[in-house]
């Protein structure tokens, strides 16, 4: 297991746990990320007397002065209205370490370590580790709908995990009784966007389809089953996130609409709307006559030019589904862009109306010099 923080002015006497993730993954045999802590029977005087600097919003949350760790008060949730928004907190000192780890998702992020490596468990989440299986902790996961993204989430981060049945009907019933219709589209978009970067995004999609969650969040990804392929592949080959989320919507007549919905970033948009024009000029390009004329109007469209790193990167993406041998297509680009459209342009002087056509033609020269 990890070890704790030893010697360490700022919590020494406090009650201080590492939970959730961190010992999760050191359980799994996975190197942790970011450590959280959590401290029992302390009040958020103290922790500030200690020099700790605040940061929570909703519930105390405060950084080391040291590692800049985020160290939270232990507490207890209670639903207070609609939503993953609707909840009051308490986080006084006679909160427990297991009264705080009661208010967790899954059983396999509610455990905790001393700072001498000792597991506190009463949940039994390491048997669930061992047993790859995600199991929600109790009734109270149904308050908070974002619970059921970030378990769809943790289902393409960890493939070899099982959702419990029990888990999955009782997200069947948040979506029934409408606790996914008060998802935001910034928080399901984060999730999202860390799903399709995860190893297995397919299995994020299985588990809303089957939750019924992607009808509501999503309803522009239903049935469009075959994505799931898509994005795995390009997970397995590193492919960035625009060129993971324009596969996942690329048989969607609805994507303009999905982007909207979900806010998505510009970039992921634009890879979106520009890899069905890649994947037509590619073909253009091997069926057509004149190759060399396609290949050109191919970079025009995807503004290549401009942007070439943009263009290689929608290449990338393509290549998941068809065969693309980007090597060549670096050199037509280079050739292209080595057109000096300046000098041109000032060999046509007299006649500017011919410098388009003009740049155009020493373009389609160079790229047949290079067939």
């Known amino acids: 297991m990890m070890p704790g923080p030893t010697q360490d002015p700022a919590i020494d006497g406090l009650q201080v746990y590492i939970v959730g993730g961190a010992v999760r993954d050191a359980l799994l045999g996975l190197r942790p990320g970011d450590h959280d802590w959590v401290v029992v029977g302390a009040t958020p005087e103290d922790m500030v007397r200690r ?24 507490r207890t949730e209670r639903k207070s209205g ?9 986080t006084g000192a006679d909160v427990t370490l297991e009264e705080d780890l009661r208010r967790r998702d899954l059983t396999v992020n509610a455990i905790a370590q001393t700072q001498d490596g000792e597991l506190v468990d009463p949940l039994n ?13 109790g009734e109270a996961f149904q308050e908070d709908p974002v619970r059921i993204l970030r378990l769809a989430r943790f289902a ?12 999955l009907v009782l997200c069947q019933r948040m979506v029934q009784e409408g606790e996914a219709d008060a998802l935001v589209a910034e928080r399901v978009w984060k999730e999202l966007s860390r799903g399709l970067m995860a190893k297995k995004p397919s299995r994020m999609l299985d588990v809303l ?12 990804l239903q049935g469009v089953d075959e994505v799931g392929a898509d994005v795995d592949l390009a997970a397995s080959q590193g492919l960035s996130l625009p060129g993971r989320y324009a596969l ?9 609409a999905l982007g909207r919905r979900l806010r998505v970033p510009t970039e992921c948009n634009d890879y979106a709307r520009l890899l069905p024009e890649v994947l037509a000029g590619l073909d253009a390009s091997q ?3 004149d190759a060399v004329e396609a290949q050109l109007a191919l970079m025009e ?11 290689f990167d929608l290449l990338e993406a393509a290549s998941v589904l068809r065969p693309v041998d980007r090597a060549a297509w670096r050199l037509r680009v280079a050739a292209v862009r080595g057109v000096d459209a300046g000098a041109i342009a000032k060999a046509c002087a007299g006649d500017p109306a011919r410098i388009k056509e003009r740049v155009r033609e020493a373009r389609l020269e160079r790229l047949r010099a290079g067939a």
Do not use: N, W
């Open 209 to 220: 389809q089957e939750s019924g969650a992607l009808a509501r969040v999503m309803p522009e």
């Open 287 to 289: 069926r057509d006559a």
């Open 125 to 137: 989440g390491a048997v669930d580790v061992r047993a790859r299986v995600f199991r929600h902790v």
């Open 51 to 74: 020099g700790f600097i605040p940061v929570g919003g909703d519930f105390p949350v405060f950084l080391h002065p040291r590692t800049k760790e985020e160290y939270a008060l232990a």
């Open 156 to 167: 393409a981060r960890f493939d070899d995990f099982m959702v419990a049945p029990e888990t």
């Open 82 to 90: 609609r939503g993953y928004k609707g909840f009051t907190f308490y």
């Open 248 to 256: 996942l919507c690329r048989l969607t007549p609805e994507r303009d």
């Open 301 to 311: 469209r995807a503004d290549a030019l401009r942007k070439p790193e943009r263009f």
